[in-house]
């Protein structure tokens, strides 16, 4: 039977097959070579989503706005001053309400119960755009950029520096698990992901003949990578307070030239953004003077290197969006 994804919430990845992802990934492929030569794909004319952010965003907000307008739909924008929700009306009334005049629904906030909870009762499709827990969109482009890249997914070694505890690292082992990736997340003990999680992925694992390993050491976990990965090591949402002991915790896991060497020749290096590789934001340039750094999770130096893939990663962030709205709302 052919594979029919209308109807369905994409809330994390753990609620869908290798299959499914294989076809979101392929219609991905398909709506960026549509994208790259300039042909009409306004699939969804007539139809209308409604984007809800209460944490900030650049890649996953404008992923949204402009697949949306590719796609033919209308598209409303809500940041977190902008709507009832959870001030004078509750989630359940919320969803009730936007599912009587959206056909999809993208929720960024704080809690992974939030948008799981507007899937329940929204009655249309809802999109995760990152919660604290899972950040399940960026899971495609991630898996995209690396097939383009390295021409195959299956026995890829992926090496995750950083919060491996974070809603990258949690979606970045599921990913892998499911789609034959080895994992290694290499963290202080501090920082590994939730043991729980970790049972379960390795159960995933077995299926699709991958691995999950946990290392704190860096030169062990590094070696024979094929891919380099890392993320902001204080995430949205969580107190400014945090900043020192995350930097003592995490500094010999910033990814430098000599991780970048101790990986295959061939590795490429991949952040989902923003990044912290210089001083030129506020708080790049705030935490560095504090502490003393010209750089946080990733040197410049590897950030602008030839292994980098980081740009074509964010770019990948639109065609599979549009590729998981066209497929959930079907046309
Ligand atoms: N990677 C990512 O989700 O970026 P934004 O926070 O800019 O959406
Ligand atoms: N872990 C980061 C991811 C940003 C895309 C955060 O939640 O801030």
């Known amino acids: 039977m052919a594979l029919n994804l209308r109807g369905r919430s994409f809330l994390k990845l753990l609620d869908f097959t290798p299959e499914e992802i294989r076809y979101l990934l392929d219609l991905s492929k398909e709506l960026k070579t549509l994208k790259r030569t300039g042909i009409p794909h306004d699939r969804l004319r007539g139809k209308n989503i409604v984007l809800l952010f209460e944490k900030t965003s650049t890649r996953t907000?404008?992923?949204?706005?402009?697949?949306?307008?590719?796609?033919?739909l209308g598209v409303t924008y809500l940041d977190a001053a902008g709507s009832q929700m959870g001030k004078k009306e509750s989630v359940a009334d919320t969803a009730r309400v936007l599912?009587?005049?959206?056909?999809?629904i993208e929720y960024r906030g704080f809690s992974q119960d939030t948008v799981e909870e507007l899937a329940e009762y929204a009655g249309v499709p809802v999109w995760n755009g990152l919660t604290d827990e899972f950040h399940p969109t960026q899971m495609i482009a991630?898996?995209?950029?690396?097939?383009?890249?390295?021409?195959?997914?299956k026995g890829v070694n992926f090496v995750y520096m950083g919060d491996a505890r974070n809603n990258m690292g949690n979606s970045l082992m599921v990913a892998c698990a499911k789609?034959?990736?080895?994992?290694?997340a290499c963290a202080p003990k501090e920082l590994f992901p939730a043991e729980e999680l970790v049972e379960e992925c390795k159960k995933i694992a077995k299926v699709s003949g991958a691995s999950i390993t946990l290392t704190e050491d860096v030169s062990e976990g590094s070696k024979n990578a094929d891919v380099i990965y890392t993320d902001v090591w204080v995430s949205m949402g969580e107190p400014d307070e945090v900043w020192e002991s995350r930097l003592r915790l995490l500094h010999p896991y910033q990814v430098n030239k000599s991780v970048m060497d101790n990986a295959n020749s061939e590795a490429i290096f991949m952040h989902c953004l923003p990044a912290y590789h210089d001083l030129k934001t506020k708080i790049g340039k705030d935490v560095g003077e504090?502490?003393?750094?010209?750089e946080i999770e990733v040197t410049d130096e590897v950030f602008e290197g030839k292994q980098s893939v980081v740009f074509d990663e964010a770019e990948n962030r639109m065609h599979s969006i549009k590729a998981i709205i066209l497929a959930t709302i079907g046309v």
């Open 61 to 72: 907000r404008c992923s949204f706005e402009v697949a949306g307008s590719d796609l033919g």
């Open 99 to 104: 599912g009587r005049m959206y056909d999809g």
């Open 142 to 153: 991630d898996l995209l950029t690396i097939e383009e890249k390295l021409g195959r997914l």
């Open 179 to 184: 789609m034959g990736l080895n994992f290694i």
């Open 290 to 294: 504090k502490f003393g750094l010209t």
